[in-house]
């Protein structure tokens, strides 16, 4: 396994204090909005002057915004800053439960670019405000850039240490302001989702509940698999890099800008930042110290959270160890899906993930566990929908009835690395094929594939391995629902896949796929060597889709997209094993 050294770190963080390089966007020319026909609205809040939407019109209807500044929970002199939205009529003395998010997003020029003209809060989460009538409802929103970004100081950090002391001291500091009841609970997508795990985590008895879409469970996972790195693991810290270098506003206060700037006076901070998600090691301590699922140990958060078994961006990794390591009430949707939000609509006006109650059920969630109001509607625990469309009510996930461990035989490869290019013809069928298949006799009941697959096989040769499933139908058509790649650093391999739930119908086989990584989704360093593989097993968990409670949802539309590009028509081998039926008995 190849591995960067601490002195390879030090000299990134050497020449970039030399040089005081930033990678950052492009740097606009912000100035004021005004259509001529009203005043400008450009007023910017501060922690005792509040602001409304007749005062600037990035402040939602309905609210008043303020600024804070505090310090983090580490003692390293971060100071964190705050955007606060309560109800406009909120009166004097009162309080309200606090809906808090923590990440990257929610500086005042823009998100990922700069995108705005004059100083406000952002409008990453104007969504669920609206779509929930937050502050109708009696609930401040709190938004609370994690040491990096917007007008927090420190070093971006990813969900480490410091990310997570920050979270920390942001559930503390909005459950003691004198406009909050004490009750938080925290709200994203993605990084902002990954935060609210890392809330979770922190064990803190102000958070009562935590609504988590599509977050990372695990960085390693997410960046890569058992030492083979996917792209994003430099498309990451690029992206968060110029994320933390964006323009600031030029009637923003100073206070902001200056915080902002952090990084132009620290370039050691990008350096690192770029350096750590490359790192090769899955036991080193930077990963240790980023593994959500593996810290959730005896956490008890209500969770309620979305995860895509198609994902294309955060995967399904880590995410059943997670689960089985928090112990409070969990709730969810997990279905076909891309990178979306619960409430999500595709062009055609189509819900993303086939459900149209997402507010209603996250304001229920939050009602019963901030407010101790008792549900009007009993939403299942886990609504799951798999690959054919249809819905189902879940008690708790995933639901296996029975663990079939499958004996795959032997077999051999060239570690050829073909990229995204597919091996011509010729080679497939020969000595130089980049993969085998093996293949399963038809099924002759409808199965399905819940949980986290997992293949074990013993290795002869150096350079790496990608298994992928393939559901086939009848008429040889094929479908790849299930994929990971390793390194061959040692003889004896276990490899758990991503988490799915996938229904192989009667009369389909399932194709298992163990060869050279041939997709673009890794950047792998082929061998060119053959290797020899023996001795492998399929451990699956499976259920019985006939004992289904079905309950309400629309065939999410990205299954078909997500049919189109993982299609391919292997040719047919001999069966060497069989898929039993699943158990009638759960």
């Known amino acids: 396994m190849r591995k960067r050294s601490a002195a390879t770190a030090a000299a990134l963080i050497t020449a970039c204090a030399v040089t005081g390089a930033l990678t950052g966007a492009a740097v606009a020319t912000p100035g004021r909005v005004t259509d001529g026909n009203r005043a400008e609205k450009t007023v910017v ?22 600024q804070h500044y505090f310090p983090s929970s580490d003692g390293s002199g971060t100071e964190l800053h705050a955007d606060v939205l309560l109800p406009a009529d909120l009166p004097e003395g009162a309080k309200v439960p606090v809906i808090m998010s923590a990440g990257a997003y929610f500086g005042h020029s823009g998100e990922m670019e700069v995108e705005e003209e004059h100083a406000g809060p952002s409008e990453r989460f104007q969504d669920l405000l609206e779509g929930a009538d937050l502050f109708g409802k009696g609930y401040a929103f709190v938004m609370v850039d994690t040491r990096g970004f917007g007008g927090s100081t420190g070093c971006l950090d990813l969900g480490g240490p410091g990310d997570q002391a920050d979270v920390k001291a942001a559930i503390d500091w909005s459950a003691k302001q004198s406009w909050s009841t004490g009750a938080v609970g925290m709200y994203g997508k993605s990084f902002d989702a990954y935060t609210g795990l890392l809330g979770n985590n922190a064990k803190n008895d102000a958070l009562k509940a935590v609504v988590a879409q599509e977050p990372i469970w695990d960085l390693y996972q997410h960046l890569h698999s058992n030492g083979v790195p996917r792209p994003n693991s430099v498309q990451l810290p690029t992206s968060y890099n110029r994320i933390a270098s964006l323009a600031q506003l030029p009637d923003e206060d100073k206070r902001y800008r200056t915080n902002a700037a952090y990084e132009t006076k620290h370039p050691e901070c990008l350096a690192l930042n770029s350096f750590g998600p490359t790192i090769g090691d899955p036991e080193d301590p930077y990963w240790k110290d980023r593994s959500p699922a593996t810290k959730a140990k005896d956490t008890d958060t209500p969770l309620l959270f979305t995860q895509g078994t198609t994902e294309t961006n955060t995967p399904p990794v880590g995410m059943e160890e997670f689960l089985h390591n928090h112990r409070g009430p969990q709730r969810a949707w997990i279905g076909p899906w891309d990178h ?14 086939g459900r149209a109650t997402w507010f209603k059920e996250t304001m229920s969630f939050f009602d019963e566990h901030l407010k101790d109001i008792d549900p009007k509607v009993t939403y299942p625990n886990y609504a799951v929908q798999d690959n054919l469309g249809n819905w189902r009510a879940e008690k708790s996930w995933p639901t296996a009835n029975r663990s079939a461990n499958l004996r795959l035989g032997n077999g051999s490869y060239l570690d050829s690395g073909a990229g995204s290019q597919p091996t011509p013809p010729e080679e497939e069928t020969g000595r130089n094929a980049g993969s085998f298949f093996i293949w399963s006799e038809p099924l002759k009941a409808a199965t399905r594939v819940t949980g986290t697959p997992r293949i074990t096989l013993t290795a002869r040769g150096e350079g790496n391995v990608m298994v992928k499933l393939h559901d086939v139908g009848p008429d040889g058509n094929a479908v790849a629902f299930d994929e990971r790649v390793s390194r061959l650093d040692q003889d004896h391999l276990n490899i758990s896949l991503k988490s799915t739930d996938w229904t192989l119908r009667a009369g389909h086989r399932l194709a298992v796929e163990i060869g050279s990584v041939r997709t673009g989704d890794w950047l792998d360093t082929p061998s060119k060597q053959k290797i020899q593989i023996s001795n492998a097993r399929l451990h699956l968990p499976l259920d019985h889709p006939a004992e289904d409670t079905a309950t309400d949802g629309d065939r999410a539309p990205w299954i078909d997209t997500y049919t189109q590009i993982n299609a391919a028509k292997p040719t047919p081998g001999p069966a060497t094993f069989t898929v039993p039926p699943a158990d009638t008995r759960r």
């Open 340 to 353: 979306v939000r619960g409430n999500d609509r595709t062009q055609e006006g189509k819900f993303a993930m």
């Open 45 to 66: 809040a501060t922690a005792t002057r509040s602001v409304t939407h007749e005062e600037n019109e990035r402040v939602p209807e309905g609210a008043r915004w303020t």
